[in-house]
């Protein structure tokens, strides 16, 4: 049963890369992974295209809109590596882990540049 479905950018090479990471841990495949390029994000018109571009945007099994760090940490937690981003959601550095994120969403493609050497994906989304 899918407990999380999660879209993300797929022409963003890090943010590609980072799915294809979790997907790999997910052994009771309860994770869906929708790139928000590709035809299958047609099946949820509930979810903003601009809006997922901007901050990653997922729902949970119950139809809960989650946001940002917490898509993050819930995507993980499944996976039973939740606790590695924890932290970002205690109390105290919560307002700052948000703050960085929006900022890392924005930049995405610069940042994949650094990490990765490239910044979008050549053929429109990456290969997982």
């Avoid at 901050?55 to 949970?60: K, P, S, T």
């Avoid at 995507?75 to 307002?95: F, S």
């Amino acid at each position: 049963m899918i407990k999380l479905t999660v879209f993300y950018d797929g022409t963003c090479p890090l943010c590609s890369k980072e799915m294809s990471a979790l997907a790999a841990k997910d052994h009771q495949r309860v994770i869906q992974i929708v790139d928000i390029y590709s035809d299958a994000f047609s099946a949820y018109p509930q979810i903003d295209a601009n809006a997922a571009n901007t901050v990653l945007h997922a729902l949970d099994d119950k139809g809960q809109l989650l946001l940002g760090l917490d898509v993050t940490h819930r995507a993980w937690q499944l996976v039973g590596r939740g606790w590695l981003y924890a932290p970002l959601r205690w109390p105290l550095i919560k307002p700052f882990a948000d703050r960085f994120y929006l900022f890392f969403a924005k930049n995405r493609y610069r940042f994949s540049f650094w990490l990765t050497g490239k910044s979008r994906c050549d053929s429109g989304t990456c290969v997982k």
